[in-house]
Structures are given as structure tokens and as C-alpha cells.
């Protein structure tokens, strides 16, 4: 069985991978990190989005092995000596997120979308998390939590 | 010692207002458990293997190169199953054929499950479950439930002949409770009509989806004889019945644990073979199993939702004056009754009476097996599909007389003093003001304006229309006569020896906030920091007694419980306050994290102060046992029947056919609210649930019972991009029948938010002669409209 090396939230952990274990498996299973969470079989959810080398993934579309040597940031390295991130906090003053299962992902999609686009139009915020799925929400607290954000940053 | 808290001299009212949720640091830091972070040492995985066939008869199943596979613990058949887990039980009152948790003979839609894998590892029992070969003697699938009830293609259920479930039960005008049916009334209000609207119409079937799929731990321990059970679900107390009484265990002796949970929508209330499955197994085999499912696997094994064709004849005067309806229902409900199925059309029936004086009404009922997902609750549930079935009918007839739809539904509304209002269909409607929310809306919306854009727009040809939606709905169901669960909710209040309070509620969220809305209401009736109260839920073995989460009945019923048991225990402090104090007890105030005298409240004692007396009570007060722990249980003498009205603008693309939603306001009348941030939030999530159905969900079965919409590369869920901003207002009636007056709000957006972007549609196109258009608003269906050919 391969061994991986991947640098999460900071840590560097070696481990051993079949090679079909999926990233978001490796993660959950071998790592306990359930913060980040599986929830299609399609890739088209969101929910088990992460940073890879800086930018979002879809970690249930990446071998563990594929991800070897790289960094990854999953939301429970967001936050920082005990600060939330801006999202973060975004997210809990504007309400959201409800069930919170598409939260983790939605925030490190997110992440990346602000990384590329620090003052996001509303159109460009939608378009930027249109690839995950929030089934609570309408969306449009989300939004805001995004552009709370955005604000402070 | 307690220590007194350091307190603000003055705390703010915290019920009405938009309080952060308390919920969401565990949920944004990646830091709650739901089922599928549980981890147990031993833990064994369960996979299904599940029929790809929509009928058919079993040939044969062999196991053989499952069992060999390493990392196999076991394979079970529905026939060895059956050896030790029975039928599955429902829990409605209504005829039901065996349904076997895993198949024994014969599958009846694809998804059936027929064997079970149990492995070390899940990557494991997936290969070992590919490796099971099954065969089977395909039989015909019946799909369309209307040929269904005629026994065509065949029978599904032998004992169930032409697959009627439920055969025509009537309701309404002239049906007396016995189903004696006098049908003069009916007939004369229709003989007085001069104009009637007939129209068949089709509420589609749908997928919840809810964004955690359901999953269970199961941890019989056999030295002490008990069961836990973790499950996603949204209403661990009725799970924690059936998994015992399935098990052959008491109550006493299963814990269910409702951990976090990623969302429910209906489809989390019914207790499903897995769940049975699983505790079956870890009891015969006295190990812990986990089944998770994969979302695939959802859209087969979780029940769908809706699925009711609707034949409507909606009879009037030439003035828009309704003098009758006719609503003939006919539910598609799938292969198998489940534990609400049989009970959710009813309550498209008992809501057909909508917001309108309908002097006479006359609803049936045939539900139908077929070879599909069994349907059961799904956000809405039956209310949904009334208020679309009525609303589209007021509508064309709107369009038939000439007449603007708001001003239609105005002539027809049930007034204020009419409340309580019976209904023709047996409801007795708490309270309401249909046409200040319809005012509302239209100044909201600015209707007229709305009008004018949408006339210039179609001038400039482009194809805009508006449309409008009247709902009412039935929330917090009780008394239990109503509810086969039991109508009522229990808390328990208990304020610690060091000044905090714990509370546990029956209630069981999942995204709905209680801990923070509970935490409000308790913070103002002690006159404490929310900080200082913590509420418990989902768990049997620390909530003692409660219902669970469904129906929108959280606060009205859940709320009204916790409210009382605070009452009680108040009460029992103000003796304790009273007696340290020297002090009348009604002379007792609670405020500011004190509890004083009334007009001297610098005299008074810290609330940790009061509540460490009342744990080692020095002298007894006479009369008084020590301690500050009360439960109650709220059971409401009647529903509530929150209402509201919806307005949407959708433009129509004329080269693709595609709809897009331009705007949206809702008015929502949810009677008192405890906290509007998730109040928006639950309204918000509700439109959008209800503007998927309308513009892009919907599933799709082939001919041959294959499901075409088996994953969500097929079935369309919204995203961010299908919505524009919503516009929520608000009135506000309190319901009577809970100390509250809150009436709940969870399912509401779901109601009108469909009819009436289908309103706007219809508008939009109505150059092309069009007056109906059936769920979901495909582009290819309006495409054909526009150029010509008939969808």
C-alpha cells in the first residue's frame, strides 16, 4: 500500500493509502478530520471542498495519492489561535447556514472565491459557490455571510 | 460555593429579537458530530445490495464470493433476515401489504434492498455487495399509477387489487363522519354555477435531498441487554418505539440519538429498513454496526415527496362569486406504505377549503401503488399540493371572468370574524387576516407597477408575466386524536444548583435553531443571560419524553411545552425566593440575574443565590420539596394555520424556452415569532424548495420503473444562481391555541412560492393561448408552446 505525505492545516502526516481511498476519505478516516463532509457521489455537492495548494477542491474527486506532497487547508484549519476566519464569522452573523452539513465546504469555496475576487458582486458570488449545494438556505443569507466578509477583509 | 455571574445591570429582552444562532460555532469550525463522524471500536460497515429490476420475482441470490472476500464478517438474504427482523410496521391506521426491511420473494421498485453485506472496512462491503449475483424473473412494472388503479400492467400487492392503497375516501360538503355521502349540496352548487374551470393537473414527484443522506450506528451491548442507536433522524423518541418493539426490547432498554443532524425535510420522520436492519444485526451479532448512504443510493432508498394528480372543478358566478369545489385526488405513493405515507394526501383533502368561503366542496382520495420510491412527508407535505391545486384554479378562472387574480381571491376570502372558521373539509381554521397579508404583498410588490412592467416588456416582446399566490397552511398538529404519534411535545426545565438552567425538548432540530430560540425564551422568563441556559435535544436517554421535529410544530407545540415547565419551575424559585426574603411569593420579580421583592429590588438575592437554597434548603420552606426541576407536556387543543401570499415575476426566454425568476416577495404570517433572522431563514429555505418544484426538480422514472433521476447529476437541486434576491414582509395574528401565539413557519415557503411562479408562466405565455401549464416549467415544454407544438 502507498505511503502519502500531505502537509494538512499545517501538520505534516504521513499515512498509508490504498490508492483508490479518495482524498475526503483519507482525510475523514485516516486523519479524523470530519469537519469536511461527503455528501453526493458525483462531485457535485460541495460539501467535501477543501484547499489544495491554496485553491478549492472537490476532495471526493481527488486520490489520496494524487494529493501527496501537497498542502491542504480543511475548515478546521481555518480558523486561527482561536479567531474565526472573516468567513467565519460571516457566516454566523448573517445567519448562514441552518443544518450546517454544506457549511464547511460552502466556506472554503468561499475562501477561494474571495482569494481570486476580493469585492465580489452578487453575481459573482453566486456563480462563485454555484458548485455547492445548500439545501437549507435559499442561498441568500449565504450571500450576505459572503459579503460580510468581504467587507471586512 | 456557586459564584454569582458578573452580569450586565440590565438585560435585554432577547424574544422578537434577531439573536445570532448558538448552534454555529461547532457547525463552522468543522467541529459537530453527525452520524458518519462516529467512530466505535469493533465497528463493522453495512452495505445493501438492491434490486435493479422494478419488479420481479427473486430467482435466485448467491453469496458465495461475497462470503470469501476478506474483510467479509457476514451476508445476509431478506430470507435470513426474516429469520429474525420482521415486517416493517407503519403508523397510520390504514391498510398495509408485509413489507419485508430486506426482500424475501419479490422486489417492487428499483432500490429494493435484497441482501446485506456486513465488512470491516465500507470500501470492502461495497465490492463484496457488487459481488453478490442475484436473478430475478422480471415482472411488468407499473408505473402510471391512473392505469395502476385499473390493475394494468399488473398487481403489485396480491391482497390490494387494481393496487389501490386507499380507495376513494370522501370528505367534505355532505359527507357525514361515518362516509355516508349525500352528494345534493354539492350537485345544487354546481347546477347554481355559471361558470365552472376543469382541470387535470399534476403535482410532481420530487426528491428531499436533504444535504446529509441518512445514516445510522447501531451498538447492541450484550452483557447489559440495551441498544443505543445514532441515526439521522428527526425524531429519535418515535424511532426509539419502533426500533424496540422491532427488536423485541422495551422502551427502557434503547437509546436513540439524533447527534447532529444535516437536514430532514420530511424525509428523516419515517423509521426505515436500515435503521431496523442495522440494530437487528448488532443485536444478533453483538457488534456495532454503521450504515451510511451514499446520495445515489438516496434518491432509490429515502421516500420521495408529493407525487398527486388532481382532477379540480372549481364552480362560480359570472362575478367571481366561488359556489363550489371539486378536488378528485390520486396519490401515486410508490411500492409500500411507510410509516406516514397513507396520512400525507389527507392532508391535501383537509386543506382544500384554502383561504376562501367555498360554500360547498367535495374531495376524494385514491391512493395507488406502483413501482416506484414509496412517497412519504416531504416539506410541505400535502399542503403544498392543495394550495397548488386551488390556487391554478383560481387563476384560470381569474383569466376565464376577465378579472385581476388578486381582486378574484379578495371577493372570495374568509373574513376576520369568521374565526375560528370551519372548513367544509372538517378543519377549524385558529385565526386569520387573508387580505391584510394579500394588501401587503401587493403594496410589497407593487402590483400595479408590476403590471405596467410587465406590459411594456411583452410590447417590446419580450415574454414576462406575474403571478400571485394565496396560501394557507396546517402546522403544529394536535390534539393527539390528530396525530398517530401523539399531538403534544414535553420539556423539562432545571435550574442547577449554581444558577444555570438546562432544559431538554422533545423537539429534535436540524438547522431549525432551537437551542438559540429556546435559549431566548428561557433567558427572558428567568431574567437571565442566554449564555447561562443551555438546551438539550435528541437524545432519549437525557430528553425523557417528546414527539420530534416535523410539521413546522417545533415552536407552537415544543415551544408551548418548554414555556409551561418554565412556568412551573418559576413558580417553585419564587417560593424558594419568597421564603429567603421574607416576601409574599407574588411580590417576586425575576430580573437582571436577580430575584428581589417587588419596589425594592436592591433588597433581592443573585438568581445562583435563590437556586443554591433550593438545593440545600436550610430551613425547608414548609410545603416545598427541594429542588428546581419541572417538565410539562403541551398538547394544543387545535392546529395552527399560518398563512400568507406570494408574488413572483418570471421572464421566459423565447429561443430556449428557459424561465427565469425575476422576482419574488413573500408575505408570511406565522402569527408571533420568537426570532426573525431564523424566521427569514426558514422562509427563505422554504421558497426555495418551493421554486425548485416548480422550475427544475422533479423525478423521472422510465416505462419500465428505471429511475432516470438517480443521481444529482440528473435530479436538479438549486443553486445560488437559480434565485434572485427574495423579499420577505410579514403580519403577524397569533393563534389561540398555544400561550405562544406562534404558529410555525418552517414549511410555509413551500406553499405559495409554486403556484405562483407557475401563475406567471401561464401569464408570461398567455399570447400563445396557453391557460395551464403542469409541473415542472421544463424550457422543453414552454419552448413548444411558444413555437407551436403542444408539450
Given at each position: 500500500?502507498?505511503?502519502?505525505?500531505?502537509?494538512?492545516?499545517?501538520?505534516?502526516?504521513?499515512?498509508?493509502?490504498?490508492?483508490?481511498?479518495?482524498?475526503?476519505?483519507?482525510?475523514?478516516?485516516?486523519?479524523?478530520?470530519?469537519?469536511?463532509?461527503?455528501g453526493?457521489?458525483t462531485?457535485?455537492?460541495?460539501?467535501?471542498?477543501v484547499?489544495?495548494?491554496?485553491?478549492?477542491?472537490?476532495?471526493?474527486?481527488?486520490?489520496?495519492?494524487?494529493?501527496?506532497?501537497?498542502?491542504?487547508?480543511?475548515?478546521?484549519?481555518l480558523a486561527?489561535?482561536?479567531d474565526?476566519?472573516a468567513l467565519?464569522?460571516?457566516?454566523?452573523?448573517?445567519?448562514?447556514?441552518?443544518?450546517?452539513?454544506?457549511?464547511?465546504?460552502?466556506?472554503?469555496?468561499?475562501?477561494?472565491l474571495?482569494h481570486?475576487?476580493?469585492?465580489?458582486?452578487?453575481?459573482?458570488?453566486?456563480?462563485?459557490?454555484?458548485?455547492?449545494?445548500?439545501?437549507?438556505?435559499?442561498?441568500?443569507?449565504?450571500?450576505?455571510?459572503?459579503?460580510?466578509?468581504a467587507?471586512?477583509? | 460555593?456557586?459564584?454569582?455571574?458578573?452580569?450586565?445591570?440590565?438585560?435585554?429582552?432577547?424574544v422578537?429579537?434577531?439573536?445570532?444562532?448558538?448552534?454555529?460555532?461547532?457547525?463552522?469550525?468543522?467541529?459537530?458530530?453527525y452520524?458518519d463522524?462516529?467512530k466505535?471500536?469493533?465497528?463493522?460497515?453495512?452495505?445493501?445490495?438492491r434490486?435493479?429490476?422494478?419488479?420481479?420475482?427473486?430467482?435466485?441470490?448467491?453469496t458465495?464470493?461475497?462470503?470469501?472476500?476478506?474483510?467479509?464478517?457476514?451476508?445476509?438474504?431478506g430470507?435470513?433476515?426474516a429469520?429474525?427482523?420482521g415486517?416493517?410496521?407503519?403508523?397510520?391506521?390504514?391498510?398495509?401489504?408485509?413489507?419485508?426491511?430486506?426482500?424475501?420473494?419479490?422486489?417492487?421498485?428499483?432500490?429494493?434492498?435484497?441482501?446485506?453485506v456486513?465488512?470491516?472496512?465500507?470500501?470492502?462491503?461495497?465490492?463484496?455487495?457488487?459481488?453478490?449475483?442475484?436473478?430475478?424473473?422480471?415482472?411488468?412494472?407499473?408505473?402510471?399509477?391512473?392505469?395502476?388503479?385499473?390493475?394494468?400492467?399488473?398487481?403489485?400487492h396480491?391482497?390490494?387489487?387494481?393496487?389501490?392503497?386507499?380507495?376513494?375516501?370522501?370528505?367534505g360538503?355532505g359527507?357525514?363522519?361515518?362516509?355516508?355521502?349525500?352528494?345534493s349540496?354539492?350537485?345544487?352548487?354546481?347546477?347554481?354555477?355559471?361558470?365552472?374551470?376543469?382541470?387535470?393537473?399534476?403535482?410532481?414527484?420530487?426528491a428531499p435531498?436533504?444535504?446529509?443522506?441518512?445514516?445510522?450506528?447501531?451498538?447492541?451491548?450484550?452483557?447489559?441487554?440495551?441498544?443505543?442507536?445514532?441515526?439521522?433522524?428527526?425524531?429519535?423518541h418515535?424511532?426509539?418505539?419502533?426500533?424496540?418493539?422491532?427488536?423485541?426490547?422495551?422502551?427502557?432498554q434503547?437509546?436513540?440519538?439524533?447527534?447532529?443532524?444535516?437536514?430532514?425535510?420530511?424525509?428523516?420522520?419515517?423509521?426505515?429498513?436500515?435503521?431496523?436492519?442495522?440494530?437487528?444485526?448488532?443485536k444478533r451479532?453483538?457488534?456495532?454496526?454503521?450504515?451510511?448512504?451514499?446520495?445515489?443510493?438516496?434518491?432509490?432508498?429515502?421516500?420521495h415527496?408529493r407525487?398527486?394528480?388532481?382532477?379540480?372543478?372549481l364552480?362560480?358566478?359570472?362575478?367571481?362569486?366561488?359556489?363550489?369545489?371539486?378536488?378528485?385526488?390520486?396519490?401515486?405513493?410508490?411500492?409500500?406504505?411507510?410509516?406516514?405515507?397513507?396520512?400525507?394526501?389527507?392532508?391535501?383533502?383537509?386543506m382544500?377549503?384554502?383561504?376562501?368561503?367555498?360554500?360547498?366542496?367535495?374531495?376524494t382520495l385514491?391512493?395507488?401503488?406502483?413501482?416506484?420510491?414509496?412517497?412519504?412527508?416531504?416539506?410541505?407535505?400535502?399542503?403544498?399540493e392543495?394550495?397548488?391545486?386551488?390556487?391554478?384554479?383560481?387563476?384560470?378562472?381569474?383569466?376565464?371572468?376577465h378579472?385581476?387574480?388578486?381582486?378574484l381571491?379578495?371577493?372570495?376570502?374568509?373574513?376576520?370574524?369568521?374565526?375560528?372558521?370551519?372548513?367544509?373539509?372538517?378543519a377549524?381554521?385558529?385565526?386569520?387576516?387573508?387580505?391584510?397579508?394579500?394588501?401587503?404583498?401587493?403594496?410589497?410588490?407593487?402590483?400595479?407597477?408590476?403590471?405596467e412592467?410587465?406590459?411594456?416588456a411583452?410590447?417590446?416582446?419580450?415574454?414576462?408575466?406575474?403571478?400571485?399566490?394565496?396560501?394557507?397552511?396546517?402546522?403544529?398538529?394536535?390534539?393527539?386524536?390528530?396525530?398517530?404519534?401523539?399531538?403534544?411535545e414535553?420539556?423539562?426545565v432545571?435550574?442547577?444548583?449554581?444558577?444555570?438552567?438546562s432544559?431538554?425538548?422533545?423537539?429534535?432540530?436540524?438547522?431549525?435553531?432551537?437551542?438559540?430560540?429556546?435559549?431566548?425564551?428561557?433567558?427572558?422568563?428567568?431574567?437571565?443571560p442566554?449564555?447561562?441556559?443551555?438546551?438539550?435535544?435528541?437524545?432519549?436517554?437525557?430528553?425523557k419524553?417528546?414527539?420530534?421535529?416535523?410539521?413546522?410544530?417545533?415552536?407552537?407545540?415544543?415551544?408551548?411545552?418548554?414555556?409551561?415547565?418554565?412556568g412551573?419551575?418559576?413558580?417553585?424559585?419564587a417560593?424558594?425566593?419568597?421564603?429567603?426574603?421574607?416576601?409574599?411569593e407574588?411580590?417576586?420579580?425575576?430580573?437582571?440575574?436577580?430575584?428581589?421583592v417587588?419596589?425594592?429590588?436592591?433588597?433581592?438575592?443573585?438568581?445562583?443565590?435563590?437556586?443554591?437554597?433550593?438545593?440545600?434548603?436550610?430551613?425547608?420552606?414548609?410545603?416545598?420539596?427541594?429542588?428546581?426541576?419541572?417538565?410539562?407536556?403541551?398538547?394544543?387543543?387545535?392546529?395552527?394555520?399560518?398563512?400568507?401570499?406570494?408574488?413572483?415575476?418570471?421572464?421566459?426566454?423565447?429561443?430556449?424556452?428557459?424561465p427565469?425568476?425575476?422576482?419574488?416577495?413573500?408575505?408570511?404570517?406565522?402569527?408571533?415569532?420568537?426570532?426573525p433572522?431564523?424566521?427569514?431563514?426558514?422562509i427563505?429555505g422554504?421558497?426555495?424548495?418551493?421554486?425548485?418544484?416548480?422550475?427544475?426538480?422533479?423525478?423521472?422514472?422510465?416505462?419500465?420503473?428505471?429511475?432516470?433521476?438517480?443521481?444529482?447529476?440528473?435530479?436538479?437541486?438549486?443553486?445560488?444562481?437559480?434565485?434572485?434576491?427574495?423579499?420577505?414582509?410579514?403580519?403577524?395574528?397569533?393563534t389561540?391555541?398555544?400561550?405562544?401565539?406562534?404558529?410555525?413557519?418552517g414549511?410555509?415557503?413551500?406553499?405559495?412560492?409554486?403556484?405562483?411562479?407557475?401563475?406567471?408562466?401561464?401569464?408570461?405565455?398567455?399570447?400563445?393561448?396557453?391557460?395551464?401549464?403542469?409541473?415542472?416549467?421544463?424550457?422543453?415544454?414552454?419552448?413548444?408552446?411558444?413555437?407551436g407544438?403542444?408539450?
Amino acid at each position: 500500500m502507498p505511503q502519502v505525505s500531505i502537509t494538512v492545516n499545517g501538520k505534516t502526516r504521513k499515512a498509508q493509502a490504498e490508492p483508490r481511498t479518495l482524498l475526503v476519505h483519507f482525510l475523514r478516516e485516516q486523519l479524523n478530520l470530519t469537519g469536511t463532509h461527503v455528501g453526493c457521489d458525483t462531485s457535485q455537492c460541495g460539501a467535501c471542498t477543501v484547499l489544495v495548494d491554496g485553491r478549492s477542491a472537490k476532495s471526493c474527486t481527488i486520490f489520496a495519492v494524487q494529493a501527496d506532497g501537497s498542502e491542504i487547508v480543511t475548515i478546521e484549519g481555518l480558523a486561527k489561535n482561536g479567531d474565526l476566519h472573516a468567513l467565519q464569522q460571516g457566516f454566523w452573523e448573517e445567519h448562514g447556514l441552518q443544518c450546517g452539513f454544506c457549511t464547511p465546504g460552502m466556506i472554503m469555496s468561499a475562501v477561494d472565491l474571495l482569494h481570486d475576487t476580493p469585492n465580489p458582486s452578487e453575481d459573482q458570488i453566486r456563480a462563485g459557490i454555484a458548485g455547492n449545494f445548500c439545501r437549507c438556505t435559499g442561498y441568500q443569507h449565504i450571500v450576505n455571510a459572503i459579503q460580510h466578509a468581504a467587507k471586512k477583509g | 460555593m456557586p459564584t454569582a455571574p458578573v452580569l450586565p445591570q440590565v438585560l435585554p429582552k432577547l424574544v422578537g429579537q434577531r439573536v445570532k444562532r448558538r448552534e454555529d460555532p461547532r457547525l463552522i469550525q468543522g467541529r459537530a458530530t453527525y452520524v458518519d463522524d462516529l467512530k466505535i471500536t469493533g465497528m463493522q460497515h453495512i452495505v445493501f445490495k438492491r434490486s435493479d429490476v422494478a419488479h420481479g420475482r427473486i430467482r435466485s441470490i448467491d453469496t458465495s464470493a461475497a462470503q470469501a472476500m476478506e474483510g467479509v464478517e457476514a451476508v445476509f438474504t431478506g430470507a435470513q433476515i426474516a429469520e429474525f427482523l420482521g415486517p416493517m410496521p407503519i403508523g397510520t391506521p390504514f391498510p398495509s401489504p408485509p413489507h419485508h426491511p430486506v426482500a424475501v420473494d419479490v422486489v417492487r421498485y428499483v432500490g429494493d434492498p435484497v441482501a446485506v453485506v456486513v465488512a470491516s472496512d465500507r470500501y470492502v462491503a461495497k465490492d463484496a455487495a457488487d459481488a453478490i449475483v442475484v436473478e430475478y424473473d422480471v415482472l411488468p412494472a407499473v408505473v402510471d399509477p391512473e392505469l395502476a388503479m385499473k390493475g394494468q400492467p399488473g398487481v403489485i400487492h396480491k391482497d390490494f387489487p387494481n393496487n389501490l392503497a386507499v380507495a376513494l375516501v370522501p370528505s367534505g360538503t355532505g359527507v357525514d363522519a361515518a362516509g355516508n355521502v349525500d352528494d345534493s349540496a354539492i350537485d345544487k352548487a354546481f347546477r347554481s354555477a355559471e361558470v365552472v374551470i376543469s382541470q387535470r393537473m399534476v403535482n410532481q414527484r420530487l426528491a428531499p435531498n436533504a444535504m446529509e443522506p441518512r445514516g445510522v450506528v447501531a451498538h447492541y451491548e450484550p452483557g447489559k441487554g440495551s441498544m443505543t442507536i445514532w441515526s439521522s433522524t428527526q425524531n429519535p423518541h418515535i424511532l426509539r418505539t419502533f426500533i424496540a418493539a422491532m427488536n423485541g426490547m422495551g422502551q427502557d432498554q434503547v437509546r436513540a440519538i439524533a447527534p447532529e443532524v444535516g437536514g430532514g425535510f420530511g424525509c428523516k420522520i419515517n423509521i426505515y429498513a436500515e435503521e431496523y436492519v442495522a440494530s437487528a444485526i448488532s443485536k444478533r451479532l453483538g457488534i456495532p454496526m454503521k450504515w451510511i448512504e451514499d446520495r445515489s443510493e438516496a434518491f432509490v432508498a429515502t421516500t420521495h415527496g408529493r407525487d398527486i394528480i388532481g382532477y379540480v372543478d372549481l364552480a362560480a358566478k359570472r362575478d367571481g362569486t366561488v359556489v363550489g369545489l371539486k378536488l378528485r385526488l390520486i396519490a401515486d405513493i410508490g411500492a409500500y406504505n411507510m410509516l406516514l405515507t397513507a396520512a400525507i394526501p389527507t392532508l391535501t383533502m383537509m386543506m382544500a377549503n384554502a383561504t376562501y368561503n367555498i360554500p360547498a366542496i367535495r374531495t376524494t382520495l385514491t391512493e395507488v401503488f406502483t413501482n416506484k420510491t414509496p412517497t412519504d412527508a416531504y416539506r410541505g407535505a400535502g399542503r403544498p399540493e392543495a394550495t397548488y391545486f386551488v390556487e391554478r384554479a383560481m387563476d384560470m378562472l381569474a383569466h376565464e371572468l376577465h378579472m385581476d387574480p388578486a381582486e378574484l381571491r379578495r371577493k372570495n376570502f374568509i373574513q376576520p370574524n369568521q374565526f375560528p372558521f370551519t372548513t367544509q373539509v372538517g378543519a377549524v381554521y385558529d385565526s386569520g387576516d387573508y387580505e391584510k397579508a394579500l394588501d401587503k404583498a401587493l403594496k410589497a410588490a407593487d402590483w400595479k407597477g408590476l403590471k405596467e412592467e410587465r406590459d411594456r416588456a411583452q410590447a417590446q416582446g419580450r415574454l414576462v408575466g406575474i403571478g400571485l399566490a394565496m396560501y394557507v397552511e396546517v402546522c403544529g398538529i394536535g390534539p393527539s386524536s390528530s396525530l398517530p404519534t401523539g399531538g403534544w411535545e414535553h420539556a423539562q426545565v432545571t435550574i442547577e444548583r449554581d444558577g444555570r438552567i438546562s432544559a431538554t425538548t422533545g423537539a429534535s432540530p436540524h438547522g431549525q435553531g432551537n437551542e438559540t430560540t429556546f435559549g431566548q425564551m428561557l433567558a427572558d422568563q428567568f431574567g437571565v443571560p442566554i449564555e447561562h441556559v443551555t438546551i438539550l435535544h435528541g437524545d432519549t436517554g437525557i430528553v425523557k419524553q417528546g414527539i420530534g421535529t416535523f410539521g413546522s410544530r417545533s415552536q407552537a407545540v415544543g415551544g408551548a411545552a418548554l414555556h409551561m415547565a418554565g412556568g412551573k419551575v418559576k413558580s417553585k424559585m419564587a417560593r424558594f425566593a419568597a421564603a429567603l426574603l421574607e416576601a409574599g411569593e407574588e411580590d417576586i420579580v425575576f430580573e437582571n440575574g436577580r430575584i428581589g421583592v417587588k419596589g425594592a429590588p436592591a433588597s433581592g438575592k443573585t438568581f445562583a443565590e435563590v437556586a443554591g437554597f433550593a438545593y440545600i434548603p436550610v430551613p425547608l420552606p414548609e410545603g416545598l420539596e427541594p429542588g428546581l426541576s419541572e417538565e410539562a407536556f403541551f398538547e394544543p387543543s387545535n392546529n395552527t394555520y399560518p398563512f400568507g401570499c406570494h408574488i413572483s415575476m418570471v421572464e421566459v426566454d423565447r429561443e430556449t424556452g428557459e424561465p427565469k425568476l425575476l422576482k419574488l416577495v413573500a408575505v408570511d404570517d406565522a402569527g408571533n415569532l420568537i426570532n426573525p433572522l431564523i424566521v427569514e431563514g426558514q422562509i427563505h429555505g422554504g421558497l426555495a424548495q418551493g421554486i425548485g418544484q416548480a422550475m427544475i426538480e422533479e423525478v423521472v422514472y422510465s416505462e419500465d420503473g428505471q429511475l432516470m433521476t438517480g443521481s444529482l447529476m440528473d435530479y436538479a437541486l438549486p443553486r445560488a444562481t437559480d434565485f434572485p434576491r427574495f423579499e420577505l414582509h410579514s403580519t403577524v395574528t397569533p393563534t389561540p391555541v398555544n400561550p405562544l401565539g406562534a404558529k410555525g413557519v418552517g414549511e410555509a415557503g413551500t406553499l405559495g412560492s409554486t403556484p405562483c411562479i407557475v401563475a406567471a408562466v401561464v401569464d408570461a405565455l398567455s399570447g400563445f393561448g396557453v391557460k395551464h401549464i403542469d409541473l415542472m416549467l421544463r424550457p422543453e415544454k414552454l419552448w413548444r408552446i411558444i413555437h407551436g407544438g403542444r408539450a
